[in-house]
């Protein structure tokens, strides 16, 4: 081969067509020549986003950043994805700007969406989550530091110091106050022990309490008891309940006078019969209305109730022939 202008242009063109072809497969892939369907996604922001940056599903890579454009105050985001890559991707996808660290490229993260939902076509626009300004989170961390710096520097020796210097000084003032406080702490403490070994001995009402076999047996004696009498109880409301339902059904001398029509309607009669003698008894009518209302019949009662009074009062100086006859001769 002649080493000619020609050769060496030739050689320079190849060169730059291969360097051509490896940045673009490190800045924007070799993806974008490849087939692929266009997906898009509309954020508010996409922080530092840029063309070319890797499309991602459960971090694998599926695709590439193929534009970015500003639209009614929002940041459109068209992606190129492999075909195959594009049929996982549902209508509620949702698309999320990452970052792989805090000094890494961004991405763009794809969730797979829901089985149920239909395949994302090219005029499918993803929802989207925003994610946390990484220059905002920076900002935040540095405020807390300095904050903690400013904490920092205000414990210096002097001031720790001045802090302790009168809690020191209350202590030693108080010196004497604290320590009758301590001894009587002490004795506290000493006088709980012997109350509380007192106790563990079966001592004072307390001990008696706990350990006195004798209130025991009482307290059980008294459960025995009251779960006898609510066990008769029980038995009497439930003969109570018998007791009412044989009267309801008629059963028996009360349930009959409560359930039995034909004593109903006798004692009715019966009651309508006594209301008519009393009322000829108050008629007068009758033997007993004569007697209760004949005023004839009441004063010659009173008449002979009189007579014998009379004849009574001739008795005592008399014997008992002539009391006898007296007593026939006042009457008739």
Same mark, same amino acid.
């Given at each position: 081969m002649k080493n000619t202008l020609e050769t060496r242009l030739g050689i320079?063109?190849?060169l730059a067509v291969i360097a051509a072809v490896l940045i673009l497969e490190v800045i924007s892939g070799i993806e974008m020549f490849k087939p692929g369907?266009?997906?898009?996604?509309?954020?508010?922001?996409?922080?530092?986003?840029?063309?070319?940056?890797?499309?991602?599903?459960?971090?694998?890579?599926?695709?590439?950043v193929k534009s970015i454009q500003l639209t009614n105050n929002r940041v459109m985001v068209t992606m190129r994805?492999?075909?195959?890559?594009?049929?996982?991707?549902?209508?509620?996808?949702?698309?999320?700007?990452?970052?792989?660290?805090?000094?890494g490229q961004n991405f763009v993260s794809i969730s797979f969406g829901s089985p149920a939902a239909g395949p994302a076509t090219p005029e499918t626009i993803l929802e989207t989550d925003?994610?946390?300004?990484?220059?905002?989170?920076?900002q935040k961390i540095d405020k807390v530091a300095d904050g903690v710096q400013n904490i920092t520097k205000?414990?210096?020796?002097?001031?720790?110091?001045?802090?302790?210097?009168?809690?020191?000084?209350?202590?030693?003032?108080?010196?004497?106050?604290?320590?009758?406080?301590?001894?009587n702490l002490t004795l506290t403490s000493s006088n709980l022990q012997v109350i509380a070994d007192q106790i563990s001995q079966g001592k004072g009402t307390? *001990?008696? $309490?706990?350990? @006195?076999? &004798? !209130? =025991?047996?009482?307290?059980?004696?008294?459960?025995?008891? /009251?779960?006898?009498?609510?066990?008769?109880?029980?038995?009497?409301?439930?003969?109570?309940?018998?007791?009412?339902?044989?009267?309801?059904?008629g059963q028996g001398?009360? *349930?009959? $006078?409560?359930? @039995?029509? &034909? !004593? =109903?309607?006798?004692?009715?009669?019966?009651?309508?019969? /006594?209301?008519?003698?009393?009322?000829?008894i108050n008629q007068g009518q009758g033997t007993v209305g004569k007697l209760i209302n004949d005023q004839e019949f009441y004063k010659n009662a009173r008449m002979t109730l009189q007579k014998l009074d009379q004849a009574t009062e001739g008795l005592?100086?008399?014997?008992?022939?002539?009391?006898?006859?007296?007593?026939?001769?006042?009457l008739f």
């Open positions: 320079f063109v190849a369907e266009n997906l898009k996604a509309l954020f508010n922001s996409v922080q530092e986003l840029k063309i070319g940056d890797r499309v991602k599903m459960a971090g694998v890579e599926v695709g590439r994805l492999r075909k195959a890559d594009a049929a996982r991707v549902k209508t509620d996808s949702r698309a999320t700007v990452k970052f792989t660290g805090l000094m925003e994610q946390a300004d990484l220059s905002a989170m920076m205000s414990f210096t020796g002097f001031k720790i110091d001045t802090l302790l210097g009168p809690l020191t000084d209350l202590i030693q003032a108080n010196k004497d106050p604290l320590t009758v406080t301590i001894s307390v *001990g008696r $309490l706990i350990y @006195d076999d &004798t !209130l =025991y047996n009482s307290a059980v004696s008294t459960i025995t008891n /009251l779960q006898d009498t609510s066990s008769e109880i029980k038995l009497a409301i439930t003969d109570a309940r018998k007791i009412i339902a044989q009267v309801n059904s001398t009360l *349930g009959k $006078l409560l359930t @039995d029509e &034909t !004593l =109903y309607r006798e004692t009715t009669e019966s009651m309508a019969t /006594l209301n008519e003698i009393l009322q000829k005592e100086d008399q014997g008992p022939l002539s009391v006898l006859g007296t007593v026939v001769g006042k």
